[in-house]
Structures are given as structure tokens and as C-alpha cells.
């Protein structure tokens, strides 16, 4: 507990890296949690290692970033514990990690994937310093890739961290998500990061055998600092492609492709 409030209060840490937990809550250290996410600290806890559902705290406490782990395969190892305190996951296998024998050694464990979210986070105010944490998180969690479940579920939380999409998303003027194939559509998010109403051209094209089979363009005016969804059903096509331009069709962002399974 001590730590953290030193952490924030003294030495002014936006970030506050927790690579361990208690089964139970102790009122010190949800005090000291409290106090660090009133002052926008940024708190990541592991999740723990108890290979089932047991609860761990601080991640279990409100407003905490709860960081289960995956291995090389994006798949959950069995000790990374599986509940709703997950929010995301990050690589937790064999992981070159500082040892007390003075050291490097490869450790496996949500005490190696916390911290990847936490220099993540750093990173992103690093970038933006007016980011706040409700920011990062809508970041994080938006831009995760969906390994488990469609949709949250308990033992990836949102999913994957994807720290490429996440700075994209963060410092482009013009973001475009990865397309997105559910129930018979695809579909992109537009958001618009600067700080004036943009009109933007999507365009978004099926191909099959790199012939156009299906196409959708569509003229919208984004708010500044708002996104919005745009979609095309999929038929019988075999890639989906999306384009952005401006008013004048120049490109203004990634073009983005995939795959239809």
C-alpha cells in the first residue's frame, strides 16, 4: 500500500504496475487504490495463477486494468486464472524477465503479462499526456484482437492486446479498425482524432478471384473526435477490402483488407 501512494503521490507515477495479489481484500490496500485512481493513475494488476477462477485483488478492484495471460499459440496456459476480473490478455510465457539472482531467466506467469500492458500504457502518454485513464482503457479494449469468445469473455477479458492498432488508433487523424466479419457483414470504425468535423469517401469492395463482386461507397461527415461504423453484407466473395479518402478521393488512411474464411 505504501508503495502506491508513494508511487502517485511522491514521485507522481501515471502508471502503477501491480505484478502480484491476495485472495482477499485487505482495506489498505483498496484504500491506496482508491486514492491513486481518484489522482488518474493508470493501475495494472495480474490476475493470478491459480489455474481456475479464484478472484485476486488488486485486480479485482474496480477501475483496475485485470491482466490474464496467453502463450505463443494466443491460447489461455492453465495457470492463468479465468473470471470476470480479466480485462485483457498479454503474452505471459516464457518471458525474459529480470531475476533476483541478478539475472535474466524465462518466466511464464500474469505477473510476466502485466507489465506489457503497463509499458503499453506509459507509451500511450508518452504519445498523448492529456490521455486519461477511461481513454486508454476505451483504447485498449477497442483495439484488442478477439481470441476467445465473440465479445468479452472470462478468460481473455476483450482479448488480445494489439499495441500496433492501439498507437494507430491513439495518433492517426483518421483511424480505421480492422475489418470486422460478424453475421453475414463486414465492417470498419471510422474515428475521427482531429479537432474539426471531417467528410470522409468509405469505400468498401468484395472480390472473388480479384474480380469485384459486391461493393459499397459511402460520403459521411465524422464530428471531431467521433467515429462511426460503416458495413457491407458478404456473399460469395472470398476478400474484403476498405479504402478511406477524403472530399477529393485522396487516401487519408490504412487500407484494410481480409481474408474471408
Known sequence: AKAIYEAVEKYGCRVVNMSWGATSSYTVIREAVEDALDLGAILVASVGNDSGTTKR???????????????????????SNYNETVMIVAPGTDIKSLHSTNSYKLLSGTSQAAPIIS????????????????????LLTSTAEDIGTAGYDTSYGYGLVNAEELMNKLLMDYYVSPISLVGGEASVTIKNNTDEPVTVVSLMA????????????IQRTIPKGQETTVSIPVTSGEKISHFLWNENYKPISLKREKEVQ
Open 57 to 79: 485483488y488488486p485486480a479485482a478492484y474496480s477501475g483496475v486494468i485485470g491482466v490474464g495471460a496467453v502463450n505463443k499459440s494466443k491460447g489461455r496456459p492453465s495457470f
Open 119 to 138: 509499458g503499453i500504457a506509459a507509451a500511450a502518454l508518452s504519445a498523448k499526456p492529456d490521455l486519461t485513464r477511461d481513454d486508454f482503457i476505451d
Open 206 to 217: 468484395e472480390y472473388n478471384d480479384n474480380v469485384v463482386v459486391g461493393a459499397q461507397r
